[in-house]
């Protein structure tokens, strides 16, 4: 009996359909892309999310010492990291002088951040960060090493066909002061330095400025002994939160110690949770849009067929045939839209992931998500399914001569 | 008051309907469109419900085929008795002993005149392809054995209506309610129709119920039953 009810839903429905390609088709591509659009809005903020989830920070230690507010540098850097030093939790120590700068190559320019590093350091650790080129020469070797970021925004700066090349020579123009007076040439500080390798931080900011040995640097700014700040990492078994940070704070000393966390603290984390939560919310919103649609489309269809319902019922024809009739139809619909929808994306993301968005930050592609791709078909699926039971049922319950006659 | 003019194939009572009321809400007011309507017929009589619009004709013939409820009596088909049947027993009732002939035919558009007349049967009884020979042979009966394969659009409003009339008998029912079948059709097709109608009922013995308003038709009936204002008024 079931068998029967099934063969002569599927029947009905094969017929319908047949005789509606026009619909079919139109109704196929609504679909096809509402669920193509579901997947896209989530997988390129997922790509977008992974791709700045990449740059979670792995730079530096644990704590730093800063100067107080109002002063801009360490004056007696080797009496902190002594104070500091006596610490036995403490594992390494670095001074780092930070300055801002402007680097001109092949005629172009950009503002960024110059980090002094001490040569042979192991609190940030550059060395083993290369990820092109080579680490300095010496101590004292007028040589920078590009965050890869930056390398990617100069690549979008300088000319179309120009590369940039390893040990090619870029003029950095230092920044001595914050309070810059454009008469005193003792705040601008030139110095043509040799571009070595590229590191990558996975940390934004990191990325985001050029590494120089912090002599060289001292020596351009003609500052010697200072640093804006000692990055110091703690022996491995020792984990510290933001409060503990002050307790390693040297008596008597003009510095305060923080966490690395409030360095960081508009950084990436953030940034992906930030992301996170927007591509959640878009792909809700996405989806409940598509579910109404979706309903909406059933909704449609089953008031299309309101006579062929009438006239089946008044033939004696069982409501459970239209019923499954119309769960056919409308799961059919689910199904076409999903499998076109999802050849739409796939052909996105294919086209994109050949040419991708090129952001300074990395290369921005839709990123495939199993568990959002299965939430989307099971709505899309439910959501047809409940639909069409809802109204086949409310269709059933209507009354035949009124239905039948188009009132 | 019911009187047959000749004494058809048996006594036995097929349709009987006691103390028959229907109302209709149109927002506040009730609208009486049968009042204590008694009647029966009996088995292979070709009974004609005949009264003016607005009578009462097609509301009493849709409560017979059980695809509208009385508001109050009962109605016996085949000595069953249907007013207590759900809406699922209400269509198995129908899809088994009733066949219904619309006036504007209701026939399913998107499917050719063959699937039109087998769908009750496959809906009964399951695809065989013996029920569909007996599609085939229903439509060689009303004379549409060369149109087994057109769509109701292709159909004139003649062949349409043989093609439901085709439609109707396919389950072989007890009872052929006919709601003013020829009030769609031109005259010469109106005839058709009719005659189609009288030779089902002499050569199947089947019982028909006919409502019209056309007293060119009561000829074809063995009783004629007179209504007007929801109230049967008497028999010939």
């Known amino acids: ?407 | 008051m019911v009187k047959t003019k000749f004494n058809s194939k048996n006594n036995r009572v097929i349709i009987s309907v006691k103390n028959l009321k229907k109302d209709y809400h149109l927002g506040s007011t009730v609208v009486r469109a049968l009042k204590d309507v008694n009647l029966e017929i009996k088995s292979g009589e070709f009974s004609i419900l005949f009264g003016p619009s607005g009578s009462g004709k097609t509301t009493l013939l849709n409560l017979l085929g059980l695809i509208d409820v009385p508001t109050c009596g009962t109605i016996a088909l085949d000595g069953h008795d249907t007013v207590l049947l759900n809406r699922v027993k209400r269509a198995e009732f129908r899809l088994n002993n009733i066949g219904f002939i619309f006036q504007k035919y209701y026939l399913l558009d998107e499917l050719t005149a063959l699937e039109n007349v087998f769908l009750p049967a496959v809906a009964k009884a399951g695809y065989s392809s013996s029920l569909l020979a007996k599609a085939e042979g229903m439509l060689e009966l009303v004379g549409m054995k060369e149109r087994t394969r057109h769509r109701p659009a292709h159909l004139s409003e003649g062949e349409k209506q043989r093609v439901a009339v085709a439609r109707s008998l396919i389950n072989n029912p007890a009872i052929l309610l006919c709601d003013e079948p020829t009030a769609s059709l031109d005259s010469d097709n109106g005839r058709i129709i009719l005659d189609l109608l009288a030779k089902i009922n002499k050569e199947r013995s089947a019982t028909v119920f006919l409502v019209t308003h056309d007293d060119r038709q009561l000829k074809y009936g063995d009783k004629v039953i007179h209504i007007a204002d929801g109230m049967v008024q008497k028999g010939e």
């Open chain 1, 1 to 407: 009996m079931m068998l029967r009810n099934l063969k002569l839903s599927i029947f009905l429905a094969a017929k319908d359909m047949f005789n509606n390609l026009g619909s079919l088709v139109f109704v196929s591509a609504a679909l096809g892309f509402l669920f193509a659009n579901v997947l896209f809005s989530r997988f390129m903020l997922y790509g977008f999310e992974k791709s700045i989830g990449g740059l979670i920070p792995k730079v530096s230690g644990n704590l730093y010492a800063t100067p107080l507010r109002g002063q801009s540098y360490i004056y007696d850097t080797q009496r902190v990291m002594a104070a500091i030093g006596l610490n036995t939790t403490i594992g390494e120590m670095t001074p780092v002088l930070e300055m801002p700068c402007v680097l001109e190559y092949k005629g172009s320019r950009i503002v960024t951040m110059a980090w002094g590093l001490e040569f042979g350091e192991q609190v940030m650790d550059l060395k083993n960060s290369i990820v092109e080129g080579r680490y300095f020469s010496g101590p004292v070797s007028e040589e920078i090493i590009l965050g890869k970021i930056l390398k990617r925004r100069f690549k979008l700066k300088i000319p179309i066909n120009e590369d940039i090349a390893l040990e090619d020579t870029a003029k950095g123009i230092f920044i001595k002061e914050y309070n810059i007076d454009k008469f005193n040439k003792d705040v601008y500080k030139d110095k043509y330095v040799k571009i070595v390798g590229v590191a990558d931080f996975r940390d934004y900011i990191a990325n985001n400025s050029i590494f120089i040995p912090l002599q060289t640097l001292r020596n351009v700014a003609t500052l010697q002994d200072r640093s804006s700040s000692v990055f110091i990492r703690l022996k491995d078994d020792m984990k510290i939160d933001q409060e503990g940070a002050s307790m390693y704070k040297p008596y008597n000393l003009d510095v305060e110690l923080k966490h690395w966390k409030d360095r960081d603290d508009y950084g990436t984390d953030d940034l992906v949770y930030g992301f996170n939560l927007i591509s959640i919310i878009t792909f809700g919103v996405s989806i409940i849009c598509a579910a109404i649609l979706v309903a909406f489309i059933v909704f449609y269809n089953t008031q299309k067929k309101r006579r062929t319902t009438g006239i089946l019922r008044a033939i004696g024809i069982k409501g459970r045939i239209f019923l499954t009739f119309f769960i056919i139809e409308g799961i059919l619909f689910a199904v076409i839209g999903v499998v076109t929808g999802t050849g739409l994306y796939c052909l996105l993301q294919m086209y994109l992931k050949a040419h991708p968005i090129v952001m300074p930050f990395g290369d921005l592609y839709p990123m495939f998500e199993i568990n959002s791709y299965i939430y989307a078909t099971a709505l899309f699926l439910g959501v047809s399914f409940m639909a069409s039971v809802y109204y086949a049922v409310k269709s059933g319950k209507e009354n035949i001569i009124k239905v039948i006659r188009g009132d």
